[in-house]
């Protein structure tokens, strides 16, 4: 039998003219059902079009160069010699989902055969849809891997978008506006008390967050990634059993990727079941503004949502076990942020712990422990923002071989495997710092990975952020760090109140700090405290990668007056040409 068959570009969901950049192909040569024939490229994606049948070129149709869209002919296949003609030439044929999984899948199958006792087949499963998970996901199928997606909620994006980094981040801008409004006053400015509908508000936060999940779920569809919605665990280093709202599936796969990410940590004993304990979903949700409000964890989660919860109006009272505020990062970056809160919070207990929580009518008491006075107080409302832990032990990992540790963190190497060759894991699961774009750096060292390219995790740094006000922000060596590892570094600290742009937003406090190596001058790391330090980390960690010196960063014209100015103002006091301060001269 030797049928010719016009094979055209399938749905590509809404790219249209994109690119051809490479044709994988030439006449004459034999092709297998799901060989690569072309890749395209546009300014999202790149990805490789399969053949939706066996056969052997005949004539191709199309050039590197040349503009495609769905429909458009790639080639003339001959399919013959045993392998059958598709059914539809235009649109890869598949093994339907079976029912079940297909409407678990909330989408369209993807061309994937099941292994025998599986109801579906992945060239690459990905476990939990977090921004690591849908990162990989997508990435992978850009690269040409058929994806099957799976998450335990009816919706993508993880801790990230759901419960953490995004939710927080729109009550804080909320929180901003009503602090900003407030401290004009002092500008001649008077506003008056900020009516909150706390309904309106929790609305208006879920709704960005319903958009950002939609347009992952609209993602996943234009990729043909099969998004399929359940708990699974492992069966083996094959396959994956799916405890779905349609019954259990089982997905077979080549190789999967771990990427369940991590979830509040408690302290045994508390009264969970109150629901005035809360832990930071519950936060975010914002039933109600308590009047007096415990946040139990002086770290990063626990002060960003004393930050909202102060702003809308709560007393906040903060207790921390440790001597200081978000033990990370150096004293002097954490120092502004602490006077500030220190005026503006109920209380701030350090060297303390809460050793009990009581359930009564009127609110939780608390019994402290350190130096605390009164020694019982209630509160409305507790938060419990004591750390995260990785979901790594609970994934039925043993049953394909892969090692979680005791705190339930899955090691892997620098492509992000694990102790099982086709089995990898990102994200929170895999180490510190449990931060989201950490988790969607790796996702990609795996997809690519797998899918053949060349890839490992070797970024210098990670940058860490307190969206608190004033945020703080490191990358890098910290001053600490250098001290106890007695790296020979040398640093300089420009001070906001020297900043025209600071003052004339009335946040003097911040300060700008660059350590560097004394004989090179190349930047080791970086600390800020300000208003926006977030954003402005992002140039330090730049110059970290790219191994910048002072004079890099110094002789770099930054735009005036603005926050930016800060890092250069601090690289120029490295070099002693500063003229925006007087240094005295070393003798
Ligand atoms: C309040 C808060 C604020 C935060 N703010 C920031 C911030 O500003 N910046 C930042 O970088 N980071 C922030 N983080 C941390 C950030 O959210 C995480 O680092 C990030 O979400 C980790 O991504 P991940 O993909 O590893 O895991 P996750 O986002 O936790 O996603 C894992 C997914 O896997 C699913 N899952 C787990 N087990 C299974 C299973 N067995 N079967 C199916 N599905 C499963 C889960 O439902 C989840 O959707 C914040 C966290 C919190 C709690």
Request: proline share 6%; charged share 25%; net charge negative.
């Amino acid at each position: 039998m030797n049928d010719t068959v016009e094979i055209k570009v399938p749905d590509i969901g809404d790219f249209k003219d994109i690119d051809v950049i490479e044709v994988l192909v030439k006449p004459g040569d034999a092709v297998e059902k799901e060989t690569s024939l072309i890749t395209v490229e546009s300014d999202k994606a790149t990805m490789e079009i399969p053949s939706p049948a066996a056969g052997v070129v005949k004539e191709l149709k199309l050039k590197i160069g040349d503009k495609v869209s769905e429909g458009s002919l790639i080639m003339l296949l001959d399919a013959g010699a045993g392998a059958p003609a598709p059914e539809a030439a235009a649109i890869p044929s598949d093994p339907p989902l079976s029912k079940d999984a297909a409407a678990a899948a909330g989408m369209a199958p993807t061309p994937v055969a099941a292994a025998a006792g599986a109801d579906l087949h992945a060239e690459v499963v990905v476990l939990g849809a977090g921004p690591g998970g849908y990162t990989a996901a997508f990435r992978a199928a850009d690269l040409g891997k058929k994806i099957v997606l799976i998450e335990r909620y009816a919706t993508l994006g993880g801790v990230c978008l759901n419960a953490g980094c995004i939710p927080s981040k729109a009550l804080l801008h909320a929180a901003k506006v009503v602090t900003e409004a407030e401290e004009m006053s002092r500008s001649g400015i008077e506003f008056g008390k900020p009516k909150i509908d706390v309904d309106k508000l929790r609305s208006w936060k879920d709704a960005l967050v319903g958009r950002l999940t939609k347009g992952l779920a609209a993602l996943a569809k234009q990729r043909k990634v099969t998004v399929l919605q359940g708990v699974g665990k492992f069966e083996s280093p094959k396959q994956i059993a799916v405890d779905t709202p349609a019954g259990v599936k089982r997905v077979s796969f080549d190789v999967c990727i771990i990427a369940v990410g991590a979830c509040v940590a408690r302290i045994p004993g508390f009264p969970y079941e109150d629901a005035r304990l809360m832990d930071s979903t519950a936060a975010l949700a914002l039933a109600d503004i308590p009047r007096r409000l415990l946040v139990i964890g002086g770290g990063i989660i626990g002060l960003e949502m004393a930050c909202v919860y102060d702003a809308l109006g709560a007393k906040v009272t903060v207790v921390e076990m440790a001597d200081g505020l978000i033990p990370g990062a150096d004293r002097d970056l954490i120092r502004p942020l602490a006077k500030r809160i220190e005026k503006r919070y109920e209380a701030i207990y350090l060297n303390a712990k809460v050793a009990k929580l009581e359930p009564k009518p009127e609110g939780l008491l608390a019994t402290f422990e350190g130096e605390v006075k009164p020694q019982q107080q209630m509160f409305n409302r507790v938060l419990m923002a004591v750390g995260r832990r990785p979901n790594g032990a609970e994934l039925g990992a043993e049953r394909a071989g892969v090692a979680v540790d005791a705190r339930g963190f899955i090691a892997v190497d620098k492509q992000q495997r694990t102790n099982v060759p086709n089995i990898f894991a990102i994200g929170d699961v895999c180490g510190e710092p449990m931060l989201a774009h950490k988790a969607t750096h790796e996702a990609k060292v795996a997809a690519e990975t797998i899918a053949g390219h060349k890839a490992a995790f070797d970024a210098l740094t990670i940058p860490s952020v307190a969206y608190t006000d004033p945020e703080v922000a490191w990358m890098g060596l910290t001053e600490t760090e250098a001290k106890q590892q007695g790296i020979d570094y040398d640093k300089a600290s420009f001070p906001w109140a020297a900043s025209g742009r600071a003052l004339s937003i009335g946040r003097e406090e911040g300060l700008t700090k660059l350590l560097y190596d004394k004989a090179s001058k190349r930047i080791l790391g970086a600390g800020i405290v300000g208003v926006n330090a977030g954003e402005l980390i992002a140039e330090l960690v730049l110059a970290l990668e790219l191994g910048a010196d002072m004079e890099d960063i110094g002789l770099s014209i930054h735009p005036h007056p603005t926050l930016s100015e800060t890092p250069f103002f601090a690289a120029e006091m490295a070099l002693g040409s500063i003229t925006d301060l007087y240094l005295p001269k070393k003798p």
